[in-house]
């Protein structure tokens, strides 16, 4: 996974918590991203950084909020989960103009 | 956000066959078309890509072409084999964003 590490696997939260997804690589890349995907459909993108302190919304940001303190660290803050946020989540890197993504965290809200 | 429909959603061929995947755009501005396999429970691998400037691009058993006057562009796989199977999707690169298709889902049959 390209030096992408993402916690936790799996996770189950009820309605209304809170949970943040972490996103490590190794690799010193500015580039960093973070999407959903929802069974049989593609990956949407939520946010994404081009470097430490730069962060800007993706296609669908709505619930969710990041942060980048450091080039090592990406992660994706989830207040008030909802159901409509149960999906797969996947960080990715950019080297270049081509991403490299994490093995996924498995979210599921009830 | 941008379109990029992908067909079809589901492709079954015999070992030793060949598969066609295609994609259409609307961002006639995309200069960046990346392919990507995705095992069952794991990221997005990128496969292979093509740039706006290049027509063809091969990679041993993969293939993709482009055709920007058309927006769009496909990915060939010759001699299938069952490591093949797999869910794969195309994306388009449209400044600091990707939209990906919503994937094929390839078996290949012994």
């Known amino acids: 996974n390209a030096g992408v590490t993402q916690t936790p696997k799996f996770r189950i939260l009820k309605i209304g918590q809170s949970m943040t997804l972490q996103c490590t690589q190794d690799?010193?890349?500015?580039?960093m991203y973070w999407y959903r995907q929802d069974p049989g459909m593609g990956l949407k993108l939520i946010y994404y950084?081009?470097?430490?302190?730069?962060?800007d919304k993706g296609e669908v940001p709505n619930g969710y909020n990041v942060s980048r303190s450091t080039t090592e660290d990406f992660p994706l803050r989830l207040e008030l989960a909802a159901p409509s946020q149960t999906s797969v989540y996947f960080c990715?890197?950019?080297?270049?103009?081509?991403?490299?993504f994490g093995p996924g965290t498995r979210l599921t809200v009830t | 956000g941008e379109n990029v429909e992908q067909h079809p959603s589901t492709l079954s061929v015999q070992e030793g066959d060949s598969a066609v995947i295609k994609c259409t755009y609307s961002?006639?501005?995309?200069?960046?078309f990346p392919w990507y396999k995705q095992e069952l429970g794991k990221g997005p691998q990128l496969i292979i890509d093509?740039?706006?400037?290049?027509g063809e691009k091969k990679d041993q058993r993969i293939a993709v072409t482009l055709n920007k006057t058309a927006k769009h562009f496909s990915l060939h796989i010759t001699e299938t084999q069952p490591e093949d199977s797999a869910v794969y999707f195309c994306?388009?690169?449209?400044?600091?964003?990707?939209?990906f298709g919503t994937g094929t889902s390839l078996t290949v049959i012994p």
């Open positions: 690799m010193n890349h500015n580039y």
């Open positions: 994306a388009q690169n449209t400044g600091n964003q990707f939209y």
């Open positions: 990715a890197i950019g080297i270049g103009s081509e991403q490299y």
């Open positions: 961002d006639s501005a995309s200069n960046y």
């Open positions: 093509i740039r706006s400037n290049v």
């Open positions: 950084s081009v470097g430490a302190g730069i962060t």
